[in-house]
């Protein structure tokens, strides 16, 4: 993996932060990207502050990266938009549909256009894309989220197909709870609607898994950094639970 150039988005915090240093301990050359900079900047890392949900942002984190670090070998789609403001489809307000299809659609289809291309005519790529277990079971009042997680698996396969004949691998790794600043933020939404105590929502969370906890944010990262690795050259298409063992 020495010398490997690699962009990870959400990379400030959570599954992305963990990834990114998993890849840069294992000698890649590592450009993180998210919107605030100063999350960016306590990560330790080179990093891009941008919207990654817009065309503009896009083109600036993976233009930032090429011109610092050379051409992208491994990209990791991890940002995204949650569902914790969410509400039931017939009360879901169009607004939110569209700000989470920009996020965590629309952003990871463009990043892949920039560098998918490049990958294929070097001959080596790893895309990997942070999906959920909601890309293949659906949440209850979460329509916007779930439709894009789906979409994002279906995105992945697509590249799988378009650029492994070029030695370029896609796929998509779906956690089940983790415990992020995301994570949080439904909870607190749950918690809230229902009466009960956060704690109580993360405790019926962690009763889904076998292990009777959630995942913790290295144990995703820890599969991404695998598909990104040379030894993962055959995998590629798949979508990759990453849930304790426990149907969601």
């Keep these: 993996m020495n010398q490997r150039v690699a962009l990870v988005t959400g990379g400030s915090r959570g599954i992305g932060r963990e990834a990114a240093q998993l890849l840069a301990t294992a000698g890649m050359n590592v450009m993180i990207a998210a919107r605030s900079a100063a999350e960016l900047a306590s990560v330790g890392l080179d990093y891009v502050a ?64 920039l560098t998918v291309g490049g990958m294929c005519k070097r001959g080596f790529g790893r895309v990997v894309f942070t999906s959920s277990t909601a890309g293949e079971k659906a949440e209850r009042s979460g329509s916007a989220y779930t439709a894009s997680k789906h979409g994002v698996i279906g995105l992945a396969r697509s590249i799988a197909l378009d650029a492994g004949p070029f030695g370029v691998t896609s796929n998509a790794v779906l956690p089940g709870w983790v415990r992020t600043a995301m994570a949080e933020r439904s909870a607190q939404a749950e918690a809230q609607r229902r009466g009960i105590s956060v704690a109580a929502v993360w405790d019926e969370r962690a009763a889904i898994y076998p292990q009777k906890r959630v995942l913790e944010p290295i144990e995703v990262a820890q599969v991404i950094a695998f598909l990104c690795s040379a030894a993962a050259g055959g995998v590629n298409g798949e979508a990759v639970t990453v849930a304790l063992g426990g149907i969601w």
Excluded: Y
């Design 50 to 113: 941008a919207d990654l949900g817009t065309i503009e942002g896009c083109a600036l984190a993976v233009a930032h990266t090429e011109q610092r670090m050379g051409p992208i070998d491994v990209l990791v789609v991890n940002h995204g938009i949650g569902s914790a403001h969410e509400k039931l489809i017939w009360e879901q307000d169009p607004a939110v549909w569209r700000e989470t299809m920009r996020v965590n659609l629309d952003g990871p289809f463009e990043l892949a256009r």
